[in-house]
């Protein structure tokens, strides 16, 4: 169920303002609601929807009475001399000339009149009616594609803001390690128990994590930036998901995914309206060879004048009308209808074999999308071990160094084999997260849980 944006910007809760930039906290869901109904290309695939409807209408109007009025107000500052032959019986023996000039018309001539024109029958109207409701139906397809697109781009979004903050929290976890390991190795150093060469050691490392705590806020900011474009939302707005990577990775979800038969894809359904389309422009060709009947009616009133003053006169004014059938009947167009008519079957072969090889191509996507699923998942299990090993080396080679019988060397080794662990697992949830929206735009699911 969708809710609307001005209600949904009510519903954020979590707003406070840190220098003068509002912070909104959104869970994955809410993010998906609020793209729904802000992003730019799914409010345009609406709009889309609405021209289609427009289209419907405007089509059912040329079926319905066409109705005009004219009314006309004429002068002649000359009026138009018509030669008559001077013959008998009506010829005039005293004029020399062999033709009589002769004046027809008055000054000031007006016409007040109504047209109908009625169909009767076309065959051509009745394929494009169904046409525009096939097309109506295409452009609710894309529609939902277009939000299916949406939301893949919302939610690999989403992780990469998640996997930054979280990089961030690891980055400065191990640089307060480093520091406290920094400040005993200097105060060992100043007592003569360690070498200057300690010190710099992990002053060293010291630096290099306060780099990574650097990199990984600007690469935050920048994903923050993506995901707002992504959903809609105005950039004044500073973002804060509300989950971790973890949250948002149950296993048994991902289990379930790899068994997931999935629907069929709204590409196969917006390649079968296109195929429906141009065959109703087939149908359309073949009914141009029809004819066309029309009820027609006409009714005028007419009044003319030698000044302007007595155009007007009723008794001037003078009515007339018309009601007729007009059929129109193709006799010979150059052979245009046929040509258009052997497009169209060619058309339809091409959009057939699209059909055969996207469906073939999904079957590909989802067997890739699967496989590459169950590897991350196993890759997940082998980083999760190797982080809890890492960490167990570093809590035993920071005891040995605090009682004597280690060195710090030991100690940075283990820091940075405990760093490299913590930011492989996080790469394999990240990768887990993206695989998993990968089996959904597969399986054609991606919009369940929204629907749910």
Do not use: C
Request: no cysteine.
């Amino acid at each position: 169920m969708r809710i609307p944006a001005i209600i949904f910007f009510l519903l954020f809760s979590f707003f406070y303002k840190v220098e003068a930039q509002e912070i909104v906290e959104l869970t994955l869901e809410e993010a998906l609601q609020y793209t729904l109904e802000n992003n730019v290309n799914v409010k345009n695939a609406q709009l889309e929807t609405l021209i289609s409807k427009a289209t419907i209408k405007e089509t059912t109007a040329s079926g319905l009475p066409q109705i005009n009025g004219n009314f006309d107000l004429n002068y002649n500052p000359a009026i138009p001399v018509v030669f008559l032959p001077n013959e008998p019986p009506f010829g005039d023996p005293n004029i020399p000339s062999d033709v009589i000039p002769a004046r027809f018309g008055v000054s000031y001539q007006s016409n007040l009149g109504a047209n109908l024109r009625q169909m009767i029958f076309d065959g051509s109207f009745f394929v494009g009616l169904r046409a525009a409701r096939t097309y109506k139906q295409l452009t609710d397809l894309d529609l939902i594609k277009t939000e299916n697109d949406a939301i893949e781009a919302v939610k690999k979004a989403y992780f990469g803001v998640l996997v930054n903050l979280e990089r961030i929290r690891l980055a400065e976890a191990n640089l307060a390690r480093i520091d406290t390991l920094l400040s005993e190795t200097q105060a060992l150093n100043q007592a003569g128990f360690a070498e200057k060469i300690d010190v710099s050691r992990i002053q060293v490392q010291r630096n290099n994590t306060y780099s990574q705590v650097e990199r990984a806020r600007t690469s935050l900011e920048v994903s923050e930036q993506i995901l707002k474009l992504q959903m809609g939302l105005p950039m004044e707005y500073d973002l804060r998901p509300t989950e971790t990577l973890a949250e948002l990775n149950p296993i048994e979800e991902l289990n379930a995914l790899l068994i997931d038969e999935g629907v069929e894809r709204i590409e196969v359904a917006q390649l079968n309206t296109n195929i429906e389309l141009i065959g109703l422009d087939l149908k359309n060709n073949h009914a141009q060879y029809m004819p066309t009947i029309d009820f027609v009616a006409n009714a005028q009133r007419a009044g003319a004048g030698n000044t302007f003053n007595t155009v007007f006169d009723k008794q001037n004014w003078f009515g007339s009308s018309l009601l007729g059938v007009s059929m129109q009947i193709p006799i010979f167009d150059g052979l245009l209808k046929s040509a258009r008519i052997q497009k169209n079957r060619i058309q339809i072969q091409q959009l057939e074999n699209q059909r055969s090889f996207l469906r073939e191509s999904i079957k590909n996507e989802v067997f890739s999308a699967k496989s590459t699923l169950e590897n991350d998942l196993l890759i997940l299990t082998v980083q999760r071990e190797n982080l809890e090993l890492a960490r167990e080396v570093y809590d035993i080679a920071k005891i040995k160094y605090q009682e004597g019988v280690g060195s710090n060397l030991e100690v940075v080794d283990a820091d940075a084999a405990l760093v490299q662990a913590e930011f492989n697992y996080l790469s394999a949830l990240y990768d887990g997260l993206i695989a998993k929206v990968d089996l959904e735009k597969a399986l054609g699911i991606l919009k369940n849980d929204i629907i749910n």
